[in-house]
């Protein structure tokens, strides 16, 4: 029972990040929402909001990184599977009415700078993306510092265009720049 009441207050904390942000979530609304007892939160996270938030991003990133590596799997290149990764973004936007974005963002962008176990945390996230980006564009013949370097435009590229459209309300920053990369990670590395 605890390790479930443990999961819902992940869960709850997860979703509040992605829709406004670390600043913005109190602890009241995350138990409220989690329908946990009092006293649970302070069990299971004794380091309090910001150990909750680090757990939360740590799950967010977890997720975010098996979809990742699924949707390179399913697709041939590394270009189709960027474009396909940028696609999922459009289409959750839009079903969400642009009220998710990525909680690795919002909390790097709201407590990171004077938190440091949600600095280590999105930290983490965003090298492990840029990781397994990496590895792939590698697996394609790519020299392992432009692989590192054309993977790190990318997550930037996703992170920056998830804040543009939520800002603009418009997935055309998405579009647009999926378009951009596709063609940028279609040319083929010379040997």
Known sequence: M????????????SRLLRTQGYAATGLNQVMAEAEAPRGSMYFHFPGGKVELAG?????FAER????????????????????AIFDSYVEHLERTGYAEGCAVASVALDAASTHPLLAEATGRA??????????????????????????????AAI????????????????????DVLRTMLAQRPSR
């Open 55 to 59: 757990a939360a991003v740590d799950r």
């Open 64 to 83: 975010s990184t098996a979809r990742m590596r699924k949707i390179l799997a399913e697709h041939d290149t590394v270009a189709d599977a960027v474009a």
């Open 126 to 155: 965003l090298r492990t993306w840029t990781g397994v980006l990496a590895e792939a564009l590698e697996a394609e013949g790519r020299e392992p510092a432009v692989a590192h370097g054309l993977a790190t435009v990318v997550i």
């Open 159 to 178: 992170e920056g265009t998830v804040v543009m459209a939520r800002g603009e309300q418009s997935t055309e920053p998405i579009v647009t720049t999926r």
């Open 2 to 13: 605890a390790s479930d009441t443990r999961d819902r207050l992940i869960r709850s904390t």
